[in-house]
Every structure is written in C-alpha cells, then in structure tokens.
C-alpha cells in the first residue's frame, strides 16, 4: 500500500476473512521503500483489529500477513474515518521438486516464484538436500516458477526475469495454485541441452559458417561457427535430426543427419564436408550488373568480378553456370573429392570447350 502523509495521523485496521470473521494475530508492517524506516510492526487482537500511528514520512507500503494466509497489500485513503479493511485469503501451498534429466534430485536449487498477474509478487526459497522446497503462503493464482542451481545457494536478481539468467541454465513452468490446498511441481533443471558442432573442410576448421538443426518435429536452433569452427546450440532436448551447415560467402548448404543422445547436458560433434571445389573463370565482360549465376536447385551464387573465382566447398550435385544475358548455359555434375574448372560460356559455341576434372 502506497501512503504520503504530511501529518501524524492514528488509523484503525480491521482484518476478516473472505467469510467476514475477525482474523487475530495478523502482522501488519512496512515494507521498506527506502533507509528511513517510519513504521513499525502491529499485530491484531482477537477482533481482527489494531491501529497504525503514520508519522510524517515519505511513500511506504503496507503489508499483512499471518502464517497460513496469502500476504496482502491493499491502497488506503490516510485521511478517511472508516476502519482500513483488509481480507486475508487463505493461502495455497505449493512443494517444488527439483531433478535432472535422469529424475535424480537436484540439491541447492534456487527457486523462484511469480504471480503471473503481478510480476512484482515473487517469492524465492532454496531446494533442501533432496531437492525440495516449499512455500506456504502463497497467493491463489496462476504462479511461474523458475529454477537455477547456485554454487553457494545464494542467488541475486534485479527483478524476476528471465533475462536475468543465463537461457541454458533456466528451466520454467506454470502452474495454478488454490486456496487452502497443496500443488505439486517438477522442475527438471539441466533439460536444456548443449552440442557444440566442429565443422570441418579439407582438414581445417570451417569460420563463420551457419549451423542450423533441425529436430524431427521441424523445430530449429542455429549458431554461428567460430575462430575454431565451433557452433554452440542450445536446445530443449536435441535427439534425432538434420544439420544443414551453410559456408560464408556461399548459398549452397550441406545437409548431414545427426542424432545427439537425450538427457546428456552437453554433447560434441565434429561434421568433416564432404564437398568440391569449383573454380570459375569468368569473361571479362562480367559486372554487378552483368553478374555470373551458379545454380543448384533454387540456391544461387552470383559472381560479379571477372577471372578465376574459387568457390569452396561446393556440395555434390547437379549445377548450371550462366551469365546474365545470354542464353548460353553449361550444366555439370559435381562429386565430392572433385576439383573442377569451368569457363562460363558467352555462346553456344563454348559449350563444348573442356573443363578439368580431378578427384583430391
């Protein structure tokens, strides 16, 4: 409860039930908004009722609570005559089991709780020895919880966010609590799984190439390959699927089928492509605006620079080399190990000059 108040003022509390009946030994007290603290503590007698003395301060909150029942926050008007009226809730209980992928209990879990409705009602607590915790007087609701395992069991956070956190180490679920009764939740943590894929060419690690999979449902995560050809992907469970690697500086993609066990937190996959390389000698005539195309399927490269342009690794298959403008086109089969040369054809007549093939 928010008050400003420029004088003393005395008010009377009146605490009931959702049914109307008096509830005793409620604890009413501040909730610090700054170091100077203006208000002390208040319990209600067995009339549900107690008075608050609010000296001159600055914006304060009040809260209510008393074990068993949801804390409650209310706004009053200080300056009116009729008692504050405030209505307890009985609370609900929620037990929050922490395990791993392996349903082994999770120790030493940092747990934490959101009112769905108000993202400022949070409540956190840490998992025991065998990874459970509980809270007793939570407000009925639709509530998320979030879990992180901590080093030293403590745990610091602005607000409750999931930007707070690193996204592999969260693990997330909603569930409704009601009003005098116990909810169950399970909370996998460690269900979110790593792969790092190596990608490599010719012996070398492959730089800044795109890592995509996909599972068999058609869901997709994707990362970037770095100085040491590595992708990081983080997955909610990876199992059997595709990796499509697409090189820089190339549309052409390979595809590899992959399968990563579930329930291993991290896995590493090397991925050796198996591909050509092309080189294309192309006229001089050959501009942005007179580009050379390289087909497969519907990937296209467009080469806007004449002489020996080397484009590797090219995936196997079947390819067709044109330039813009004229009707002549060469159409060639590429095979993995191979080291082809092609002259892109200005006319019909160059369709049949020969082209080196060799297998490395």
Known sequence: MFVVVDRPIVCECFVVDPRGDPVAGASLEQVPESDRTTLGSASTGRDGRTTLRLTKADTYRIRVSKQGWATAQATFDPGSSEPWRITLQPAARVRVEVVDATAKPVPNAAVFACLEEDSRVCVYGHADGRGVVRFDDLVPGLWKFQVRRTSR????????????????????????????????????????????????????????????????????????????????????????????????????????????????????????????????????????????????????????????IVVEPVPPGVFTLRKQGTAAAAMFTVKAGDYLEKVVPNSASDLRLPFRRSRT
């Open 153 to 308: 069991g403590v745990f610091v956070v602005g607000r409750f966010s999931s930007d707070s956190l690193a996204p592999d180490t969260l693990t997330t679920k909603s569930a409704v609590l009601r009003a005098g009764s116990e909810t169950g939740v399970t909370l996998t943590f460690g269900s979110l799984q790593k792969c790092t894929v190596r990608v490599r060419w010719k012996g070398r690690d492959l730089v800044k190439a795109r890592v995509v999979f996909f599972d068999a449902r058609g869901s997709a995560v994707s990362a970037f390959t770095n100085e040491q050809g590595r992708a990081l992907l983080v997955k909610s469970g990876f199992g059997k699927g595709r990796v499509v690697v697409e090189p820089e500086g190339t549309p052409f993609t390979f595809t590899h089928e992959l399968e990563v066990p579930r329930g291993r937190a991290e896995s590493f996959e090397t991925i050796d492509l198996a591909g050509a390389t092309l080189v294309v000698i192309a006229p001089s005539g050959v501009s942005k605006t007179k580009p050379v195309q390289l087909f497969k399927g519907a990937e296209m490269l467009r080469i806007t620079t004449p002489g020996r």
